[in-house]
């Protein structure tokens, strides 16, 4: 039987920086981690660029959480944002700011993340068990049998950090969760959150791979009205993307207690009103009036977007720009504004980004 202070059930970040703070405090430390190394989600992340933090105040973190906001505040006030780019940058990583607040390494890649922690951790005296999956924890006089394949592990304290549901192929099968309720936590279903949207339409799936830099989607849940802006691209069978993924984590839990599928439009070029984008329209059609329409207006949005509004508008005819009717430009503008999708589901935890759900805050 091996003993120790801690042990830590999970080699990702939150299983590494949990060991790190135990050891820095100069307990023995053991990390217990399934796979063959540690990070491997970690080293998806971002891109593999690793999204670290964000800029902000702490409040603001707190006011993100939502309705969360209580349970995580101790943790952001002790180890505050900041704090986290410190202490990268104390072990020789800086970080850098982007336009839109996300905090990334200045050398865009994960694997420096991961490195940093694997080596903080070594350098602490943190014990690395790998390849060994946990099956069970029980408690036992003065501590918890930690039980998987190979020597039985006696923690005085242990800590699962094993993640939630989500891209489970890199470790994270939810064990922690059935380790938790072992011990009588309650535990919410675990659902997808930051996951692309299924669409009734198939169209999409014509535009498969189309990314768009900004969108605006808009869609309303009761009296409550959505709006959230980014990245999108369209997927085989939806939409998806950094906006998509935010609107999923509003609308999964409405689309799994079986509502009705959820209208919603994209405002396919959000920084331009809908008079401007009118002129626009004009001006391209005058300064062109013998083109084809698409071809004509092609600078406006990416050619393949362009050829299948032309399509709806115009079905298989060609139209030339000056031929437009002004019926057919309104039509064309309020496409653009606001191109209708039934979302009709959130593709599955598999692919989400996070779990929604896991152990009831509650309950801790
Ligand atoms: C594509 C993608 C991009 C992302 N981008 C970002 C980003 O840029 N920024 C960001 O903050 N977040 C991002 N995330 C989310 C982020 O990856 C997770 O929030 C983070 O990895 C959670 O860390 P964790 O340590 O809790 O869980 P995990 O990273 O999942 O680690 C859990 C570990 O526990 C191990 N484990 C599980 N069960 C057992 C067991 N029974 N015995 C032993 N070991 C076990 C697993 O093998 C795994 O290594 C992204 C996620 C994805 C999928």
Redesign the pocket.
């Known amino acids: 039987m091996i003993k120790c202070d801690v042990c830590v ?7 590494l920086m949990a060991g790190i703070f135990a050891a820095k405090a100069g307990v023995r430390t053991m990390i ?4 063959p190394t ?5 080293l ?3 891109r593999g ?4 933090t964000h800029t902000g105040s702490i409040d603001d973190f707190v006011r993100a959480y939502g309705p969360f906001g209580r349970f995580v505040q101790h943790s952001l006030y002790e180890f505050s944002p900041d704090d986290v780019r410190g202490f990268f940058a104390e072990k020789g990583l800086r970080t850098k700011v982007e336009k839109n607040g996300c905090v990334f390494p200045i050398t865009d890649r994960a694997a420096d993340v991961k490195r940093i922690l694997v080596d903080t951790g070594r350098r602490l005296g943190i014990e690395f068990v790998y390849g ?4 069970a924890v029980e408690k036992c006089t003065g501590g918890f049998f930690v039980k ?1 394949s190979g020597d039985l592990v006696c923690g005085k304290t242990v800590i699962i ?4 549901v ?2 489970s192929f ?4 939810g ?2 969760l059935r380790f938790a309720a072992d011990f009588g936590h309650e535990i919410v279903e675990p659902r997808s959150a930051l996951a692309p949207l299924v669409t009734a339409e198939a169209w999409p799936g014509e535009l498969e791979g189309l990314g768009l830099e900004r969108v605006c989607i808009i869609t309303e849940l009761g009296d409550k009205k959505l709006s959230v802006t980014g990245p999108m691209m369209f997927t085989g069978d939806g939409i998806g993307g950094p906006a998509v993924f935010d609107l999923s984590r509003l609308i999964t839990d409405v689309l799994a207690e079986g509502a009705e599928p959820i209208e919603a439009w994209i405002d396919l070029l959000p920084d331009v009103s809908h008079q401007e984008l009118d002129e626009l329209v004009v001006a391209r059609c005058s300064a062109a009036p013998k083109k084809e329409l698409a071809g004509a207006i092609a600078a406006i949005l990416p050619r393949a977007m362009v050829l299948k509004l032309c399509h709806w508008l115009c079905g298989s005819r060609i139209v030339q720009a000056g031929q437009l009717p002004k019926a057919k430009r309104v039509e064309l503008v309020n496409m653009i504004k606001g191109l209708a999708v039934t979302v009709k589901a959130v593709r599955p935890i598999a692919e989400a ?2 779990t929604r759900g896991g152990v009831d805050t509650g309950t801790i």
């Open positions: 059930i999970g080699g990702g970040a939150a299983g217990i981690e399934a796979n540690a990070g491997r989600k970690l998806r992340t971002g660029r690793c999204n670290l060994r999956r946990i099956e998987g950090a094993t993640g939630g989500s891209w890199t470790g994270s099968t064990d922690g980004t996070i």
